[in-house]
């Protein structure tokens, strides 16, 4: 039992930073956030809540520079500043945007919040058990090598998020008329967007490359169609 222990720590102390991770984030939105009120937007995330059953789909702006979307951990969405301005400069559609809601909606509605807290506090534990077993065999990099190894599982499960989100959000899309298009036109567009230049490799990525969640979202919507049609 002794020798759990420190897993056993770990494991709770991941729970705690990941809550108190979640109240900040979510005091951080409310100070900084307002209400989203574009009307072509307001229109498409109509289609949205109707599509989902639902009687309003509230999304919010939050007021950084960076170009993002996110889901909180309470289910709220977001849109960030930067990204509303990119859309009434032209660089985006509404339709893009509206693609970016869905997309955060399927976050929402898998699940992954809770997930991704559950994740996290395993992760902590492998760490914290990695770090005793490489400790003793390569003293000094075993903490670094432990960090690295974690860090890659982390990766790993971000990127089955999205895939999912992708799917989930590009079922939504065309079951309301929006269609896929504007999905794959700003996965295509947001490396130009958000400056990024290059990419770390695939073990390291938080989110699957472009062309293969392209390829992915394409796969889809082919089975969706009937035998036969174009």
Same mark, same amino acid.
């Given at each position: 039992?002794?020798?759990?222990?420190?897993?056993?720590?770990?494991?709770?102390?991941?729970?705690?930073?990941? @809550?108190?991770?979640?109240?900040r984030?979510?005091?951080e939105?409310?100070?900084?956030?307002?209400?989203?009120?574009?009307?072509?937007?307001?229109?498409?995330?109509?289609?949205?809540?109707?599509?989902?059953?639902?009687?309003?789909?509230?999304?919010?702006?939050?007021?950084?520079?960076?170009?993002?979307?996110?889901?909180?951990?309470?289910?709220?969405?977001?849109?960030?500043?930067?990204?509303?301005?990119?859309?009434?400069?032209? =660089?985006?559609?509404?339709?893009?945007?509206?693609?970016?809601?869905?997309?955060?909606?399927?976050?929402?509605?898998?699940g992954?919040?809770?997930?991704?807290?559950?994740?996290?506090?395993?992760?902590?534990a492998?760490?914290?058990?990695? @770090?005793?077993?490489?400790?003793?065999?390569?003293?000094?990099?075993?903490?670094y090598?432990a960090n690295?190894?974690?860090?890659?599982?982390?990766?790993?499960?971000?990127?089955?998020?999205?895939?999912?989100?992708?799917?989930?959000?590009?079922?939504?899309?065309? =079951?309301?008329?929006?269609?896929?298009? /504007?999905?794959?036109?700003?996965?295509?567009?947001?490396?130009?967007?958000?400056?990024?230049?290059?990419?770390? /490799?695939?073990?390291?990525?938080?989110? /699957? =490359?472009?062309?293969?969640?392209?390829?992915?979202?394409?796969?889809?919507?082919?089975?969706?169609?009937?035998?036969g049609?174009?």
């Open positions: 039992m002794l020798r759990l222990t420190p897993i056993l720590i770990a494991i709770l102390a991941g729970l705690i930073m990941y @809550m108190i991770s979640a109240w984030t979510g005091r939105l409310d100070a900084r956030s307002t209400l989203l009120a574009d009307a072509p937007i307001l229109k498409l995330t109509s289609q949205l809540a109707k599509t989902l059953n639902l009687k309003n789909l509230a999304v919010y702006v939050y007021e950084v520079d960076q170009v993002n979307g996110l889901a909180a951990p309470d289910g709220r969405i977001f849109i960030t500043r930067g990204f509303f301005q990119a859309y009434h400069a032209g =660089k985006v559609t509404a339709a893009e945007i509206a693609s970016v809601i869905a997309h955060e909606l399927g976050h929402v509605a898998l992954h919040a809770r997930r991704r807290m559950i994740d996290f506090s395993g992760q902590n492998i760490r914290v058990a990695l @770090m005793m077993v490489l400790g003793r065999f390569i003293p000094g990099l075993g903490v090598l690295f190894l974690t860090q890659m599982l982390s990766a790993r499960l971000s990127r089955q998020d999205e895939y999912e989100a992708d799917a989930w959000a590009a079922a939504v899309l065309v =079951k309301s008329g929006i269609g896929i298009a /504007p999905q794959i036109s700003l996965l295509q567009k947001i490396a130009g967007l958000t400056g990024q230049r290059g990419e770390p /490799p695939v073990w390291l990525l938080s989110h /699957p =490359k472009t062309v293969e969640r392209v390829a992915a979202i394409k796969q889809l919507a082919s089975s969706w169609k009937p035998p049609s174009r």
